[in-house]
């Protein structure tokens, strides 16, 4: 029994798979996350207005008294 040679521990290889797939899982959830993050950070600012109003429908162009009988 002293001559049996000691047999080496079962390396097994799916672990590592299962490692790589918790680690792509966290890498993309990091770049998910900070596109969400900058998403909800764009639609918390406030939008830029208009800082002249449209003008009055009488100052359109065409739209005068006459328009009616522009074609006439």
């Known amino acids: 029994m002293a ?3 000691v047999a ?3 390396r ?4 590592w798979f299962v490692w790589g797939a918790f680690l792509l899982g966290c890498v993309l959830a990091y770049f998910w996350m ?3 993050v900058n998403r909800i950070r764009q ?5 830029p207005t208009n800082v002249a109003p449209p003008p009055p429908t009488s100052q359109l162009p065409g739209a005068g ?3 009616a009988n522009k074609w006439d």
């Open 43 to 47: 639609l918390r600012q406030p939008q």
């Open 3 to 5: 001559n049996d040679p």
């Open 34 to 36: 900070r596109a969400e």
């Open 12 to 15: 097994y290889r799916w672990p």
């Open 65 to 67: 008294p006459d328009f």
């Open 8 to 10: 080496a521990p079962r």
